[in-house]
């Protein structure tokens, strides 16, 4: 088991990360600050591991909540369902929320206990590559909208994050592809070795290979853990960590929240980013080449689909979160490796970005 | 004008109370962190301030949204009406949410503000006295459940405070009683030459002696910003401003949101704490006394209603945010001026005090 710590003074927390962590209730015993508990997890997550999860807990109260799987189901109506649960399980202030799934049970469960009077505890317990890589860390929690995705939420750091690698084998290969398109995000922003390693590895990772599974986990997180400790409320650098979100949020929405996964949104999103770099003379193109190439190996979509018109992407984009003002602002690439958050966005070189890759 | 400060580090503001604040536009123009304002108001306050309060932003993009008037609208649903809104007109996350109104507007808004994009700036500018004096300081922010109140919330703080005490004139007798509450509260817990002087000085609060009521919400504010200073985040002394709220929350969950006003609850609540109190030996008697006669004299109900069962009351304040590991945790008063939180309560002596104050 590798352990590595987000460092937020007060805050701060670890994140274990090793096969067979589900079971171990000593990692998680610890971070209780009171003896009751309610796991949320969803009807495709709950089946393999619920039971698992819940006798880490002997002594405390354990109720569940099971959720509906599926990016349509993050919504304040689900997030409701949980504040039900806990009020007529009577639980206090010293209750602690274990999100047991993907990233939309770790963000809905974390929003729940972000707001269940004033903010308790939780602890996340991801199943999905993606949310192993990326939404489980840094305490991002919160529901979608029908105009614009996250727009509902908090920042509420877990207790702890348990990553348990043999839950990757139960992960289906779409899911394991989408999380994939976040590993190579990190490489994309700030960690050119990292990149190369996943094009020498890539294969490996596809074929799941427990130890390059855990590597690339690791290396993910270490980032991930990086940037939140430098800038937790994004201030600043964290919105690097949005490369391809903007484009990507407005595939989510524009096709319907559960259409395309996150992850496939993102892939996307990020090769657009790249194109549109190249076009603000900021990018060499042989990147582009490259990106793609990675991304194809990887399983993910680079195109994106016909339905998302340059305007419904412009609509769609204008409530991004990253909007200044009216200000539409971008992370582009200057190298891989090397992301920029601008605000200095053609809007000509946009549209063609978007019409180069629309599928025909 | 007088103007306190919350001392909170960073997240420090303002409080400025007078008469005609309301239009005064270099109190909040300097607070907003953009150019988008959302007004929050609701149908018996906009008619009369709102266009007096849009007018203090004129080179703002100022949208509003008026909500039905009622605590049984504190709901999450009313808060997905704000979202809507915000989303519809493009509100990003440099907009500002301006919360006008009374204690239910100003809890929504400021929850509102805590979510939206995670997290949004916010201005109070209360119009009740029960806003002025308690609900608009401190940043507590929230909405009920039908399980529950204040369940779903979020520790947000404004980013300053507006209190026209002209407000008042329009403000009916009930809601100006159930304000008196809270003002009576401060004395009770921490400010005994506060209640002594509330005692000289009732009758010209209830006949609206515009020196007396500032004098009154300087006074309360004094004392709230002080113990929010002290303990942000409801860790230790903040508890003691919930003195008679368990008891109040209970009778207003159990007679249905909106059919008792919170500071009709509170009045009685306080009362049944400080015979609580008596009843575990920590009060002298002749306090109670003192205590329903400034009640009464303020218009406030020193009686439970019969409805209100002791099984009622105890199923209702099992789910009150301070119990803590299943113990029932209440504040109660050693004098006039000194109030102490304790989970040391006798079950007997609790009931004996409901069905001491309930209503034939």
């Known amino acids: 088991m590798i352990t590595l710590q987000v460092d937020l003074g007060e805050r701060s927390y670890p ?32 089946p ?18 099971i959720l509906p799987d599926g990016e349509e189901f993050k919504t304040l109506e689900t997030t409701q369902r949980i ?23 770790g963000d809905i469960c974390g929003f729940a206990a972000a707001c269940y009077q004033r903010g308790v505890a939780f602890i996340q317990v991801p199943t999905t590559l993606l949310a192993q890589v990326d939404s489980s860390v840094g305490g991002k929690t919160g529901v979608n909208h029908p105009l614009g995705k996250n727009m509902i939420g908090a920042f509420h750091q877990p207790r702890c994050v348990i990553i348990d690698t043999r839950t990757l084998d139960t ?51 270490r980032n991930k853990a990086e940037v939140v400790a430098a800038d937790e409320y994004e201030a600043g650098c964290r919105a690097l960590l949005n490369l391809g979100h903007t484009f ?40 582009v080449a490259r990106i793609r190439s990675l991304l194809e190996r990887a399983g993910l979509p680079v195109r994106v689909p016909a339905l998302m018109t340059v305007d419904r992407f412009l609509e769609l984009m204008a409530v991004d979160k990253k909007v200044l003002d ?35």
Chains 1, 2 share one sequence.
């Open 15 to 46: 994140i274990h990360i090793g096969p067979d962590l589900i079971g171990r209730a000593e990692l998680v015993l610890s971070r209780l600050p009171g003896s009751q508990v309610l796991i949320v997890s969803n009807e495709t997550v709950a």
């Open 48 to 65: 393999l591991y619920l039971d698992r999860v819940a006798a880490m807990f002997p002594d405390q109260q354990v109720d569940t909540v």
């Open 83 to 105: 504040f039900d649960a806990l009020l007529a399980q009577r639980h206090n202030r010293t209750t602690t929320l274990v999100a047991l799934g993907g990233g939309v049970v």
């Open 171 to 221: 992960l289906d290969d779409r899911q394991l592809s989408a999380g994939l398109a976040e590993v190579i995000k990190y490489g994309l922003i700030r960690d050119a070795g990292f990149f190369a390693w996943l094009e020498e590895n890539l294969e490996r990772l596809r074929a799941r290979d427990q130890s390059a599974l855990a590597e690339a986990i690791e290396r993910s997180c």
């Open 248 to 287: 990507g949020h407005a595939i989510e929405a524009g096709m319907g929240y559960g259409t395309w996964l996150h992850g496939e949104a993102v892939a996307a999103g990020m090769l657009l980013a790249a194109d549109l770099s190249v076009r603000q003379g900021l990018l060499d193109p042989d990147a």
């Open 326 to 360: 009216g200000r539409l602002r971008l992370v582009l690439l200057r190298a891989i490796g090397d992301a920029v958050v601008t605000s200095e966005v053609n809007p000509d070189h946009l549209v063609a970005t978007i019409e180069a890759w629309r599928a025909a």
